[in-house]
């Protein structure tokens, strides 16, 4: 079992940049696929980035080229860095994990409690 907790969140002019990170506890973090969803209210949670356990990265067309997704194992760690964020970026940002699942629906078994980021325009 792992516990994912994000941080990093927070309020960004349009253009400007942030680092979401996302921790895990556990020693087994090498083994689980991690993904990043958000959600606006009254909309359903999209996904957002994945990287597998080889460190394959998947993300969404929305965010191709601004964001990056990657992973550092000797802090147990995942990161979401947000280059030139719009507005429409506004949104609660999860991380997610699980031991078998990596793709771009909701079937990971493991959730963070979100982190805000609010882009103004």
């Known amino acids: 079992q792992v516990q994912v907790v994000e941080s990093g969140g927070g309020l960004v002019q349009a253009g400007g940049s942030l680092r979401l990170s996302c921790a895990a506890s556990?020693?087994?973090?090498?083994?689980?696929?991690m993904a990043w969803f958000r959600q606006v209210p009254g909309k359903e949670r999209e996904f957002v980035a994945a990287?597998?356990?080889?460190?394959?990265?998947y993300y969404a067309d929305s965010v191709k080229g601004r964001f990056t997704i990657s992973r550092e194992y000797a802090k147990n760690t995942v990161y979401l860095q947000m280059n030139s964020l719009k507005h429409e970026d506004t949104a609660v940002y999860y991380c997610?994990?699980?031991?078998?699942?990596?793709?771009?629906?909701?079937?990971?078994?493991?959730w963070g409690q979100g982190t805000q980021v609010t882009v103004s325009s």
């Open positions: 990287i597998s356990l080889s460190d394959r990265t």
């Open positions: 556990g020693r087994t973090f090498a083994r689980y696929t």
């Open positions: 997610a994990a699980d031991l078998t699942y990596l793709g771009r629906g909701q079937n990971y078994d493991y």
